[in-house]
C-alpha cells in the first residue's frame, strides 16, 4: 500500500516530491537582502539558479519578505503627520543666460518632496541673480508647489501653484493655479513618465503695461530615468496656452552622486513667451552647473 502511494504521488507531484530544504546560509542571505533596496531580486534570482532543487521555498520566502516590507512600508506612512517624511535638497552654482539677459551669475535652488499612500507633494524654489557694473544684469525668482492626489491604477488629480518674477522679462509677477487630471505613462522601477493636462487661472502684472488675468490650458511632462544608482536623468515641461500670451517652460538635467549626499548637477532651461513685452525676446534659455546636497 505504501508503495503504491508513493508512486500516485511521484506521478501527480514530481517536483514536490524532489524538493529539497533551502539550505539555512541561503535562507539567511536572503533575509539580509531585504534590508537593502532593489538587493532582495539580485540575491533570489542567484539562490534559484544555484539551488533550483528549493525554487518553491525561495518563491516563498521572497513573497513573505514583500509582504512584510510592503505592510511597514504602510504602515509608517501612515503614522506619518504632515510635517514629517519630507525628503529635500539644496543647490549651489552658477549660470550662463541668453536671450533679455546674456551674462554670467549665480544660481542657487531648495527642493522637498513627500509621498504618502494618497499623495505625492513637491514644493520648489530657485533664484537667478546677476550684477555686472554696479547695474543688476539678470534677476529672476520662482516658487511652486505640484501635488498628486493618487486615484485608481496609475492616474491622478494634478495640483499646480506658482509665482515668479523676471525682471528682464517684463513682469514684476506672475501667479498660476491650475487644477487637471494626469496619468503614469511608464511607471518603472529606472524610468517614469508622467503626464498632466487641465485648466488654469493666471495673473501677470508687468513693469511696461497693463496688469492682465488670463484663462489658460496647461500641459505638463515629467521624465524620470535611473541611468545608473548614481546617475540619474530628469526633463520636465509645462505650456501654458492662453489669448494673451502663451507659455513654455522646459527643464533638462542631468545628476551623478559624488559621495555620500553630495551630487554634481548641469541642467539646461528654455523659456519661451509668444507675445511678450514690446522690446523683450521671445525666448530665455539658463545653463547651470550646480552642487547638490540632499537631506
Do not use: C
Request: glycine share 10%.
Amino acid at each position: 500500500m505504501r508503495i503504491l502511494l508513493m508512486s500516485v504521488i511521484l506521478a501527480i507531484a514530481p517536483g514536490v516530491a524532489l524538493a529539497a530544504p533551502l539550505p539555512a546560509p541561503v535562507a539567511r542571505m536572503i533575509e539580509a537582502a531585504a534590508e537593502t533596496p532593489g538587493a532582495l531580486a539580485t540575491v533570489a534570482e542567484v539562490a534559484r539558479r544555484t539551488h533550483p532543487e528549493s525554487l518553491g521555498e525561495i518563491d516563498a520566502q521572497v513573497a513573505a519578505l514583500t509582504s512584510r516590507a510592503e505592510e511597514e512600508r504602510v504602515a509608517r506612512i501612515t503614522s506619518l503627520r504632515f510635517r514629517d517624511g519630507w525628503k529635500g535638497e539644496g543647490q549651489a552654482g552658477g549660470f550662463i543666460s541668453t536671450g533679455n539677459s546674456e551674462d554670467i551669475g549665480g544660481s542657487a535652488g531648495l527642493s522637498f518632496a513627500k509621498e504618502t499612500l494618497r499623495w505625492r507633494h513637491e514644493i520648489r524654489a530657485q533664484g537667478d541673480y546677476q550684477r555686472s557694473g554696479g547695474a543688476v544684469s539678470k534677476e529672476r525668482y520662482f516658487a511652486g508647489y505640484a501635488g498628486q492626489w493618487k486615484l485608481n491604477g496609475r492616474s491622478f488629480v494634478a495640483v499646480s501653484l506658482s509665482g515668479e518674477r523676471d525682471r528682464f522679462a517684463g513682469f514684476r509677477s506672475r501667479f498660476s493655479e491650475s487644477v487637471g487630471f494626469g496619468y503614469r505613462l511608464i511607471d518603472q522601477r529606472d524610468l517614469r513618465l508622467d503626464v498632466q493636462a487641465g485648466p488654469a487661472l493666471r495673473q501677470i502684472n508687468y513693469y511696461d503695461r497693463g496688469d492682465e488675468i488670463a484663462f489658460s490650458a496647461r500641459l505638463g511632462g515629467d521624465l524620470s530615468w535611473t541611468i545608473r544608482p548614481d546617475l540619474v536623468f530628469t526633463q520636465t515641461a509645462t505650456v501654458f496656452l492662453d489669448s494673451v500670451s502663451s507659455s513654455l517652460t522646459a527643464t533638462t538635467a542631468l545628476t551623478t552622486k559624488l559621495r555620500g549626499d553630495l551630487s554634481a548637477r548641469a541642467s539646461f532651461d528654455v523659456r519661451a513667451e509668444t507675445e511678450p513685452p514690446a522690446g523683450r525676446e521671445h525666448t530665455d534659455t539658463t545653463t547651470r552647473a550646480s552642487l547638490v546636497y540632499s537631506f
